[in-house]
């Protein structure tokens, strides 16, 4: 196990600083070993199973290529539950788990059956982990890529939830139900930032979940937008997670669409992050 750390540090110096790679050959070894980190602690000097260091040193070639350890494994973790992932889906982030908290927190203390949607699914994390937190809520789940709803209803059977799943693109979809929220982590890159883009986002996932054209970049927002104000019921809430670089911008289109209550708030990078709007029941 020790040469096995030496190897990761010498072939993935320069790609990851030194923290990571250690974070990294962790994870790979409790997946290929079952090893915790304190077990493992304990266990550099023994000798493993050839088949063992075999998976090892595929795992590694892989990290060398710049492949997220995500895809690599075929899962990742978020709001405390378990998702498998593949290139069709983005990777669960830490700062989207915030904007499950703040749709939590907003209505965990609501005892009727409440309707949400989150819009641009992916692997399911946002709608599973709602359903997960919130089992009197009825969710669907929609997304444009028939491959991603097959990852999230896999994940779904897996956390032992029950979402609705819906193929559309929202810039055409219409539905006669009526909800409570819409929440939604769309595309919101424009290709002028891909150059600034991490090699092991840029090349593995999924650019249909990622990018908007440089000349329209709230494309999606306009039109989630436009569905709330059909679809939402009065009072209803819409929760964005945002690039940015344009918070001012989406405040304002949404007050041109009479939107109210209006809030951004901060990732814990302390980058603006997230928007909370209503529909105003007047509308």
């Keep these: 196990m020790k040469d096995i750390l030496k190897k990761y540090h010498s072939v993935l110096f320069g790609i990851y600083d030194d923290q990571e790679i250690v974070v990294l050959f962790y994870i790979v070894a409790e997946y290929i070993s079952g090893f915790s980190k304190i077990q493992l602690l304990f266990k550099l000097d023994e000798l493993i199973a050839n088949e063992d260091n075999v ?47 703040m749709a939590i927190n907003a209505f965990k203390f609501k005892e009727v059956t409440l309707k949400m949607i989150d819009i641009g699914t992916g692997s399911g994390c ?30 779904a059977m897996s956390n032992q939830t029950s979402i609705s799943l819906v193929q559309a693109d929202i810039r055409d979809f219409q539905c006669t139900q009526k909800f409570d929220l819409i929440i939604s982590n769309p595309p ?15 090349n593995f996932e999924p650019h249909l979940a990622l990018f908007v054209p440089d000349q329209n970049p709230l494309e999606f927002y306009v039109a989630i937008a436009d569905f709330g104000l059909k ?44 928007i909370t709007a209503k529909k105003p029941s007047s509308f």
């Design 55 to 101: 998976s090892y040193i595929i795992v590694l070639e892989r990290l060398k290529n710049h492949e997220p350890i995500q895809y690599i494994l075929s899962e990742a973790y978020f709001y405390g539950l378990k998702f498998k992932v593949d290139s069709s889906v983005l990777i669960p982030r830490p700062e989207t788990e915030e904007l499950v908290e």
């Design 126 to 155: 946002i709608a599973i982990s709602l359903k997960h937190n919130l089992p009197y809520a009825d969710i669907s789940a929609l997304d444009i890529s028939h491959s991603a709803l097959e990852i999230a209803a896999q994940n």
């Design 188 to 202: 919101y890159i424009t290709k002028m930032e891909a150059t600034l883009m991490d090699k092991n986002v840029l």
């Design 231 to 274: 679809s939402l019921k009065d009072d209803g809430l819409l929760f964005f997670e945002i690039n940015a670089n344009y918070g001012k911008e989406t405040i304002e289109m949404l007050i041109n669409k009479s939107f109210s209550d209006l809030l951004i708030f901060k990732d814990m990078q302390g980058k603006d992050r997230f």
